[in-house]
């Protein structure tokens, strides 16, 4: 027979809050935000360079693209981006006008310049053209509820801006999603005046042995 092993993961990213999991009898830890801040995360380094400026009060809850409609948040990097304020503003106007047709001149003008840089049925054409090929079945829906319709369009904004901080597109820094949390800001404390400072010297192992050798 195998022991069961329970391990402990999350918020967990400084040498006291691994030794207060293996307090607590965790077999193993896991760690999360810290992991993105690595050289081998594959993000650009211009969001690792903001993951590295991070404090633990940086950060803040908004939409989530996967579930926009239905109000779940996601928790990302505030500080260096407008992405939280932007994206709980496209929340707002999606729960107070429903439908498209319905946004205030005002209002749409402001989201054509500054989010989307098009206009909204341009912007409708290119989730149309990815729907396509990857779910029919929302097009369907959207022809048949101009309200599923807006969600799309709004969620085009909120599914590129992870993929624009893994780009590390210089003209759209401030629109991007980085997820993280207060553990990161925990993180960069600790690691202050160390050699893990710079978002370069960040390497997953080296993270992982200096985080495990301080916890022992």
């Not at 594959?42 to 803040?60: I, K």
């Not at 909120?158 to 207060?182: E, H, M, N, T, Y």
């Not at 010297?201 to 985080?211: C, D, I, P, S």
Request: net charge positive; charged share 20%; hydrophobic share 45%.
């Amino acid at each position: 027979p195998f022991r069961l092993r329970v391990g402990a993961a999350g918020g967990i990213a400084t040498p006291a809050s691994l030794a207060a999991a293996f307090a607590m009898g965790a077999a193993y830890v896991m760690t999360g935000s810290v992991n993105q801040a690595c050289v081998e995360s594959g993000t650009s380094a211009a969001a690792r360079e903001m993951l590295a400026n991070a404090a633990q009060a940086d950060t803040a809850m908004c939409p989530a693209g996967d579930m926009f409609e239905q109000g779940v948040n996601v928790q990302v990097l505030k500080r260096g981006t407008m992405f939280p304020m932007r994206a709980i503003k496209l929340y707002e106007l999606y729960k107070t006008y429903g439908t498209m047709d319905r946004l205030p001149a005002a209002e749409r003008a402001a989201l054509e310049k500054n989010l989307f840089r098009d206009t909204l049925e341009n912007i409708w054409a290119q989730t149309r053209a990815f729907f396509e090929k990857r779910d029919p079945q929302q097009i369907a829906h959207a022809e048949r509820d101009p309200k599923h319709l807006l969600a799309l369009v709004f969620r085009w904004y909120l599914g590129q801006s992870p993929r624009w901080a893994v780009a590390g597109l210089p003209d759209r820094k401030i629109d991007f999603q980085i997820w993280c949390g207060p553990a990161m800001g925990a993180f960069n404390e600790w690691t202050k005046g160390t050699f893990l400072e710079k978002p370069e010297n960040r390497k997953v192992v080296n993270v992982a042995w200096n985080l495990l050798h301080g916890g022992a």
